[in-house]
């Protein structure tokens, strides 16, 4: 299933991914910094959002209170429920 998030307090604007069950493939974002968001889809390419969740919750980005990746584990989750 493709999912489309809204990030909220980031540079990007949207998370897009694809969920089967709950691992999670094909994640792009629109905006943001150029570089680190072509590293972390690679990266977290194939994972389970519990598996992203753990390593990316909570990250913050300088003085935010969130980072690119806090709301990739957000929209993980997000898509998660919304296949049920």
């Given amino acids: 299933m493709e999912y489309t998030y809204k990030t909220k307090g980031t540079?990007?604007?949207q998370i897009t991914l694809n969920i089967e069950g709950e691992i999670v493939t094909?994640?792009?974002?629109?905006?943001g910094c150029?570089?680190?968001l072509k590293a972390i889809p690679r990266l977290v390419d194939g994972w389970t959002v519990e598996q992203i969740?753990?390593?990316?919750s909570g990250l913050k980005c300088g003085l935010?209170?969130?980072?690119?990746g806090d709301q990739l584990a957000k929209a993980c989750r997000a898509a998660y429920?919304?296949?049920?």
């Fill in 81 to 84: 429920e919304a296949q049920k």
């Fill in 26 to 31: 094909n994640v792009k974002f629109t905006g």
């Fill in 64 to 68: 935010k209170q969130t980072s690119c």
């Fill in 34 to 36: 150029n570089g680190n």
């Fill in 11 to 13: 540079c990007s604007s």
């Fill in 53 to 56: 969740e753990e390593k990316l």
